[in-house]
């Protein structure tokens, strides 16, 4: 499945670490299905009308600490896992850990983005409404995993590779907003844009990993 091969570049896949929905294991380990998927349910819901500025937004200070708090557990249990220590021993709590991992990445990176474009400072009071509606949003991947069909569990894989794809979009929009400080272009030359950063993700996820492969071969 092509949703599996692309999936298995970036994440280890192993059996053990993956959630199980309709008994078919998931592309991706519990881990970075949380995070892909947390950062698309964010992109999703901020993606509304009336947001300032389509896909991204200036987070308050109250969102921003939160956010980063939100990462904080998922942080610890990878390091300290390479310690030999996990933090949390069941995929469905590593899941859980990393679904808010995801949603904190995006409010941090995307406000970081629009900081970068537009040279506003993030706003002082913290918006509930969209905090608690957005993170309300998190419930949607574990109802997919407790459902017993397959076409939740493909419904689910599918979604976890948008996951990435975001990801890796916001990423390298991340620099390039710095360098389109406070240019101002028409709607069709912004979804060209957006079109580049989805298949320049799509690449990277791609061929990435077997790029870096080799150049462990040639760097001393």
């Given at each position: 499945?092509?949703?599996?091969?692309?999936?298995?570049?970036?994440?280890?896949?192993?059996?053990?670490?993956?959630?199980?929905?309709?008994?078919?294991?998931?592309?991706?380990?519990?881990?970075?299905?949380?995070?892909?998927?947390?950062?698309?349910?964010?992109?999703?819901?901020?993606?509304?009308?009336?947001?300032?500025?389509?896909?991204?937004?200036?987070?308050?200070?109250?969102?921003?600490?939160?956010a980063a708090?939100?990462?904080?557990?998922?942080?610890?249990?990878?390091?300290?896992?390479?310690?030999?220590?996990?933090?949390?021993?069941?995929?469905?709590?590593?899941?859980?850990?990393?679904?808010?991992?995801?949603?904190?990445?995006?409010?941090?990176?995307?406000?970081?983005?629009?900081?970068?474009?537009?040279?506003?400072?993030?706003?002082?009071?913290?918006?509930?409404?969209?905090?608690?509606?957005?993170?309300?949003?998190?419930?949607?991947?574990?109802?997919?995993?407790?459902?017993?069909?397959?076409?939740?569990?493909?419904?689910?894989?599918?979604?976890?590779?948008?996951?990435?794809?975001?990801?890796?979009?916001?990423?390298?929009?991340?620099?390039?907003?710095?360098?389109?400080?406070?240019?101002?272009?028409?709607?069709?030359?912004?979804?060209?844009?957006?079109?580049?950063?989805?298949?320049?993700?799509?690449?990277e996820i791609?061929?990435?990993?077997?790029?870096?492969?080799?150049?462990?071969?040639?760097?001393?």
């Amino acid at each position: 499945m092509v949703t599996g091969e692309l999936l298995g570049e970036i994440c280890h896949q192993l059996p053990a670490r993956c959630l199980v929905a309709a008994g078919v294991a998931m592309p991706a380990c519990a881990r970075c299905s949380g995070i892909y998927l947390g950062v698309l349910l964010g992109a999703a819901f901020y993606a509304v009308p009336g947001r300032r500025r389509l896909f991204l937004h200036y987070p308050s200070r109250g969102a921003a600490a939160l956010a980063a708090a939100a990462t904080a557990p998922c942080a610890a249990d990878m390091f300290l896992g390479m310690a030999g220590h996990p933090l949390f021993a069941g995929n469905g709590a590593r899941f859980v850990a990393s679904l808010f991992a995801g949603w904190g990445a995006w409010i941090l990176l995307a406000g970081a983005a629009t900081w970068l474009r537009w040279g506003v400072a993030p706003e002082r009071r913290l918006d509930f409404g969209h905090v608690v509606g957005s993170l309300a949003a998190l419930l949607v991947p574990g109802l997919l995993v407790a459902t017993p069909r397959p076409a939740a569990a493909r419904l689910f894989a599918a979604a976890t590779l948008a996951g990435a794809v975001t990801f890796y979009a916001l990423l390298n929009y991340v620099p390039l907003a710095l360098f389109l400080h406070k240019k101002r272009y028409r709607v069709a030359t912004g979804l060209v844009i957006l079109c580049g950063l989805a298949a320049l993700a799509v690449a990277e996820i791609k061929w990435g990993n077997a790029f870096f492969e080799r150049v462990k071969f040639i760097l001393p």
